[in-house]
């Protein structure tokens, strides 16, 4: 799983990526609010298919709910990107949501005695660093770095449950949110920032060998209706735009001059 729910503010207007002779995409770079006393953290977003229609008519400045996109990590360049999703202009009122859930693998063991993996400070604070491998088809996989943190007061220790209960390939469904470190570095005097995924939640895939679960036998019956009222006008679900399948452009080959589909990955490989 990789699904993204934030919160955004357009930094430039959208502008045109023509992926062939015929067939273009639409970027832009955004800014999440910052997280507590974090900085601002800067993406780049794509949009595919039938959603550009919508985004060109957005400008710089434009506050945006971005629901349901993908997000990657390109080792090369050390940034992150969201690609698709269902996209909505919004006011001030609308309240900010920074949501990350991701379905992988862990790739390494925490090693205690390195800092860099896990310490804990004279405040009495415990962090633990982790890395997840996260399935995008054709035997490929994205790597993002998260962090938990808590206090010894905490009636959850995420960072001491990550030490004590994830290795080299364990299976792991996480929810965190998207922080950013900025400072400024003493020997260049330049300006340099972090971007982290910070651990909400997180839920371990069942070791192999236990027992599966029973099934769930209904105990109540739900009586049929047979004249439905619609609540909505007769508005249907507008559908989440999934850059890695071919459905976002809406299931139908790309036209010269359209905006094309997102690169073709399958979701429906099996991930390891």
Known sequence: MNYVDVCAILNESPRE????????????????????NKAPTLLTFHVYGKACDRFKNFSKGSRIYIHGAKLRFDLES?????????IAQVTEA???????????????????????????????LMIANQ???????RNQADLFNFYAINTA?????????????????????IRGRLVTDAWTDKDSQQRRSITKIQLVQMTLAPKS???????????????????????????????????????SGGGLPD???QYGSAPNFDDNEPPF
């Open 131 to 137: 890395t997840i491998s996260v399935n995008t088809g």
């Open 209 to 247: 060998g236990e027992s599966q679960p029973k099934s769930v036998v209904s105990q109540t019956t739900v009586a049929s209706i047979d004249n439905v009222a619609s609540l909505w006008g007769g508005k249907t679900a507008e559908e989440s735009v999934d850059p890695w399948t071919q459905a």
């Open 255 to 257: 036209l010269p001059g």
């Open 94 to 124: 609308f309240p900010v949501l920074n949501d990350v859930i991701l379905t992988g693998r862990c790739i390494k063991d925490i090693d205690q005695t390195d800092a860099r993996a896990f310490k804990t400070t004279a405040d009495g």
């Open 153 to 173: 007061q905490d009636k959850l220790n995420q960072a001491e449950l990550l030490v004590n209960f994830t290795r080299k390939g364990t299976g792991i469904t």
């Open 78 to 86: 050390k940034a992150y990107s969201l690609h698709g999703g269902v």
């Open 17 to 36: 990526v023509y992926t062939s002779a015929t067939s273009s995409n639409l970027c832009a770079e955004v800014m999440l609010p910052p997280v507590g």
